[in-house]
């Protein structure tokens, strides 16, 4: 039975001079945290960039993960997801700022010298044209991994991404001035879009993961990285979503109309792809474990040497069994300030898995300091800084939408 529509026509939907005071205070901090965490990491420039890749690739993820939710419930004309859908436009429009921030890696892997010595080289051994020579797994891989040919398969993944956010974005503001045969027009044509476009988004997230994650070890690969990314790009996204719908509600807008229906599928959501990302994590280790090849068994083995070995089973425990057991009663998800703990959680659990990802080495120690914290500070600062002063302005929920009626009448059992 359809719950009744309780949303006040008299709620104030846009936010204004709040979304300015976060942006600006979010934006200082993360500038001048940045700024730190460079000056303390020059000493290790090497060090400095994967710390600014882990940082990057966290801010990413949840760019990516709110751009699939916006194109997925496109796809499948989704009912609920209504009343929360402009502020994952928000979060997925911010791909512009995502692409600026890329340039902290892209930048020093366009500038590098391949016949020379550059801290990059430390992290991608395939920029280092004597050591591709000299050993013939990255000699094989040349063709697909040399600097020209990544940094045109970057610019296609950004211009994808920033495209697609610009239309989804552009296209949903409109239907909040369109009348009724305009709306159903245009909601009609975001669906349409979104089938291709969900092609093209996982081959551009898979790719992308490919190029600045798995590469980091070039002699490894895994079919199913790209998978692996996609479920914490998934999971940082609702996770972000809930505590954005928090503070909104915090601040006085969208009390009526976001309710404890809508947090309880997002908390499902997460706990869904929780499970989702033990699952690839773990089919990823066994066909590795069991075919016992060199070249593959190697990027574990300095996974599970020295103090890596702890991170590696507390990502194991922290990430899936923790939250399975926390995020499986139905009364959890519907507990605002549960969830909220959950999201802050599960976000600080994303950043570990990062790092498990791009940090570990042949010498088993975990290099974790005090710029791996201020760089991740700095560039979260930037991201929802520029997310909030976006946010000004604009109407929280598509009230021009032909489905906002059976959104706010949504039911979850």
């Known amino acids: 039975m359809a719950s009744e529509i309780k949303a006040s026509a008299d709620e104030k939907l846009e936010i204004d001079n709040d979304a300015i005071q976060f942006s600006n205070i979010a934006l200082g ?35 990516l993960g709110s751009l699939w939710f916006v194109t997925v419930n496109h796809l499948v004309n989704a009912k609920w997801w209504i009343v929360v859908r402009r502020v994952a436009e928000i979060l997925a429009s ?31 051994a395939w920029l280092d044209d004597a050591r591709v020579h000299s050993d013939h797994l990255l000699h094989h891989k040349a063709p697909y991994l040399n600097k020209g040919f990544f940094l045109v398969r970057v610019v296609i993944y950004f211009a994808f991404w920033v495209g697609l956010s610009w239309l989804f974005f552009k296209k949903s503001l409109e239907q909040d001035k369109a009348n009724s045969e305009q709306s159903d027009g245009i909601k009609s044509f975001l669906g349409r879009v979104s089938a291709p476009a969900m092609i093209g988004f996982a081959l551009t997230l898979t790719f992308c993961a490919f190029d600045l994650l798995m ?39 969208l009390a009526t109309y976001v309710n404890e229906n809508h947090y309880h599928d997002l908390g499902k959501m997460m706990f869904a792809f929780t499970i989702f990302w033990a699952y690839i994590g773990f089919s990823q280790f066994m066909l590795i474990w069991y075919g016992d090849i060199p070249e593959e068994t190697f990027w574990y083995h300095w996974r599970f040497r020295g103090d890596w070995r702890t991170v590696s089973t507390m990502l194991l425990v922290c990430n899936f069994v923790i939250p399975f057991f926390g995020l499986l009663s139905r009364h959890v998800k519907r507990n605002k300030k549960m969830l909220a703990l959950w999201a802050i959680y599960l976000l600080a659990c994303r950043y570990v898995d990062l790092y498990w990802l791009i940090f570990p080495k042949d010498d088993g120690v975990v290099p ?37 009626k059976q959104s706010l009448a949504f039911d979850n059992y």
Not at 118 to 123: A, D, H, M, R
């Open 29 to 63: 901090v993360g500038v001048v945290a940045l700024g730190a965490g460079v000056a303390l990491g020059l000493d290790d420039k090497e060090g400095l960039l994967r710390s600014y890749l882990a940082a990057f690739m966290f801010i990413l993820a949840i760019g």
């Open 94 to 124: 911010q791909m512009p700022v995502v692409a600026l921030l890329s340039l902290g890696i892209v930048l020093p892997i366009a500038m590098a010298d391949t016949h020379g010595e550059s801290p990059i080289q430390g992290l991608y």
């Open 215 to 253: 590469s980091l070890n070039a002699a490894w690969f895994s079919t199913i990285f790209g998978v692996y990314y996609f479920a914490g790009c998934v999971i940082s996204a609702y996770s972000v979503m809930v505590l954005s719908l928090l503070w909104l509600q915090s601040k006085g807008r």
């Open 368 to 404: 974790l300091g005090i710029v791996d914290i201020l760089v991740w500070l700095g560039v979260m600062g930037i991201f929802f800084g520029t997310a909030a002063r976006r946010a000004r302005g604009v109407t929280l929920v598509p009230m021009k939408d032909p489905r906002l």
